[in-house]
């Protein structure tokens, strides 16, 4: 007689668009055994634009129904502007559920930088938090961190994944703020504190006045996820999960094509 295969409940990633894909491709490469379903909330997006209660309001009850659906392991909220905002309301809304959150890499490129000298590249939703302000009293009081908000940055990175042509002038405008000089040091790390920013960034290196490290925290966030998410013994990947769900309903051609792209049905 063999024994049953364990049902494995899903991993949901959720951000406002498609930018959490960044998040979505490292934690499949850790958590090989798991299903995933990836909810974008573009019928919201830009969350940028918000303002905050309207927006809070409309992710927990985003999130009461998907619980209720889908029933996942764990929710990795793939979006600074989302988890800064919102991370504490969700977990004090549904205690039984694991939120697994993306906040700046501030602490890392505290630890990390030579010059002292570090930049986050962020949405104006998530420069405006305090809980930005609190990561860098608590972790880089020793550096002077520059908080650049911009506005069209995420837009910009959903067209050019989408494959859509973005000018470099238009992209400068939005970085350039990033590059600090001070007393014969330059700024050495920039913090990429919106997920749809690392698909950008060869984009950025290529366009950038000179080298810095571009500090994408996906990784980071997958590995804390697989340290949340149990390892069970002869788990068979399950066939009836990894798919794409959009609140708009509504996908055009080319983001359909991604998505097959990352192995998700829509």
């Avoid at 590249?121 to 520059?146: E, K, M, N, W």
């Avoid at 920013?197 to 290529?206: E, G, T, V």
Wanted: hydrophobic share 45%; charged share 25%.
């Amino acid at each position: 007689m063999t024994a049953p295969t364990h049902e494995l409940k899903p991993v949901l990633v959720f951000d406002s668009g498609i930018g959490g894909l960044t998040v979505l491709r490292e934690a499949r490469v850790l958590m090989p055994e798991r299903g995933f379903i990836y909810v974008a909330d573009d019928a919201g997006f830009p969350y940028g634009g918000w303002e905050e209660q309207a927006l809070k309001e409309r992710i927990v009850g985003l999130f009461g129904r998907l619980l209720q659906e889908y029933d996942p392991e764990v929710c990795i909220i793939a979006c600074n502007t989302a988890f800064t905002l919102v991370g504490a309301d969700l977990r004090a809304a549904f205690p039984q559920m694991t939120f697994v959150g993306t906040v700046p890499a501030i602490k890392p490129a505290a630890e990390r930088t030579r010059s002292g000298l570090v930049s986050v590249l962020a949405t104006p939703g998530t420069v405006r938090r305090a809980y930005t302000r609190d990561l860098i009293q608590s972790f880089a009081q020793q550096c002077h961190v520059r908080l650049v908000g911009s506005e069209n940055l995420a837009r910009m990175a959903e067209a050019y994944i989408r494959g859509d042509a973005v000018s470099d002038e238009a992209v400068i405008e939005e970085i350039d703020q990033c590059f600090v000089e001070k007393d014969g040091r330059r700024t050495d790390i920039v913090v990429l504190a919106c997920t749809h920013y690392p698909f950008m960034a060869n984009l950025f290196r290529r366009l950038a006045p000179w080298p810095v490290d571009w500090l994408d925290p996906a990784e980071a966030i997958a590995r804390r996820a697989r340290t949340l998410v149990p390892l069970v013994a002869d788990a068979v990947h399950p066939d009836n999960f990894d798919f794409a769900v959009f609140t708009s309903g509504q996908q055009d051609f080319a983001t359909r094509r991604l998505m097959q792209g990352f192995g998700l049905r829509v």
